[in-house]
């Protein structure tokens, strides 16, 4: 079975910095991979990458059969990124953000429907987004992700502020993920929770795979959690993030 990404040696700089530094990774169809990692160890540069917001400098890096050194944008209808901006429109309700994002994928209502209902916004469904709580926009954010029923979701810092009951709408997905032939990277400081939901563990230092290895495995080894301060600098030249299928990505 083909990986759904695979890197060798990939490079990718923010302005001369080079935030990766030689990834090498391969994922499989159905994985739950956890990027860990301290600040700035180049987690969010990675999945930026591979959702083709940034461009690759060297290397290879392949996401659902696309080549990113020459197509960044083919892969975009099958996958999507759940970053910390929500990229939806303020004067749309909940419902319309998501049917919009669905139809720019090329999906029906009903998965954006569907997606209302799994992450628990039946009763939000027509509020509008500049209503919304944070946490209500952060589930909204994962919703809208969903709505596209993606074959690869990116997802940095999932549960960041979710409550109780979202961060459960959250497991909940990431859960099903491997039934439904969905393979996930979620980038998370959180640990202990995000092991207990994923299948792998890639530890992230100074731009490349330093560790790759069971979660079992992982809770034994101790991460380097100093910020690389140089990265941090150099990712305020990074553009805004955008979710594919977005009419305002690149």
């Given at each position: 079975m083909p990986?759904?990404?695979r890197?060798r040696a990939?490079?990718c700089?923010l302005?001369r910095f080079?935030a990766?530094?030689?990834?090498?990774?391969?994922?499989s169809?159905?994985?739950?991979v956890?990027?860990?990692?301290?600040?700035?160890?180049?987690?969010?540069?990675?999945l930026?990458l591979?959702?083709?917001?940034v461009?690759?400098?060297?290397?290879e890096?392949?996401?659902?059969?696309?080549?990113?050194?020459v197509?960044?944008?083919g892969a975009?209808?099958?996958?999507?990124l759940?970053?910390?901006e929500?990229?939806?429109y303020?004067?749309?309700?909940?419902?319309?953000n998501?049917?919009?994002a669905?139809r720019?994928?090329?999906r029906?209502?009903?998965?954006?429907?569907?997606?209302?209902?799994r992450?628990?916004?039946?009763?939000?469904?027509?509020v509008?987004?500049?209503?919304l709580?944070?946490?209500?926009r952060?589930r909204?954010?994962?919703a809208?992700?969903?709505s596209?029923?993606?074959r690869l979701?990116?997802?940095?810092?999932?549960?960041a502020?979710?409550?109780?009951?979202g961060?459960e709408?959250?497991d909940?997905?990431?859960?099903?993920?491997?039934?439904?032939?969905?393979?996930?990277?979620?980038?998370?400081?959180?640990?202990e929770?995000?092991?207990?939901?994923?299948?792998?563990?890639?530890?992230?230092?100074a731009?490349?795979?330093?560790?790759?290895t069971s979660?079992?495995?992982?809770?034994?080894?101790?991460?380097?959690?100093?910020?690389?301060l140089?990265?941090?600098?150099?990712?305020?030249?990074?553009?805004?993030?955008q979710?594919?299928?977005?009419?305002?990505s690149?």
């Amino acid at each position: 079975m083909p990986a759904v990404v695979r890197c060798r040696a990939a490079v990718c700089l923010l302005g001369r910095f080079p935030a990766l530094a030689g990834v090498d990774l391969d994922t499989s169809t159905g994985e739950i991979v956890l990027l860990s990692g301290a600040n700035g160890a180049g987690k969010t540069t990675l999945l930026r990458l591979l959702a083709g917001l940034v461009p690759l400098y060297s290397g290879e890096a392949e996401v659902l059969g696309h080549d990113l050194a020459v197509d960044r944008k083919g892969a975009r209808r099958d996958l999507a990124l759940v970053g910390h901006e929500t990229f939806c429109y303020d004067d749309l309700t909940v419902r319309e953000n998501l049917r919009f994002a669905a139809r720019a994928a090329g999906r029906a209502d009903a998965d954006a429907d569907g997606a209302l209902e799994r992450l628990g916004l039946v009763r939000q469904a027509d509020v509008v987004h500049r209503r919304l709580s944070m946490g209500q926009r952060r589930r909204l954010t994962v919703a809208v992700a969903l709505s596209r029923d993606p074959r690869l979701l990116l997802l940095d810092e999932p549960h960041a502020g979710l409550d109780a009951e979202g961060r459960e709408f959250m497991d909940a997905v990431l859960r099903a993920a491997p039934g439904e032939h969905r393979t996930v990277l979620l980038a998370s400081h959180e640990l202990e929770h995000a092991r207990a939901l994923a299948t792998r563990e890639v530890v992230i230092s100074a731009g490349q795979a330093q560790l790759d290895t069971s979660v079992d495995t992982a809770l034994d080894t101790p991460v380097d959690t100093t910020p690389d301060l140089a990265s941090d600098a150099a990712s305020h030249e990074q553009a805004p993030e955008q979710v594919p299928g977005d009419r305002r990505s690149a």
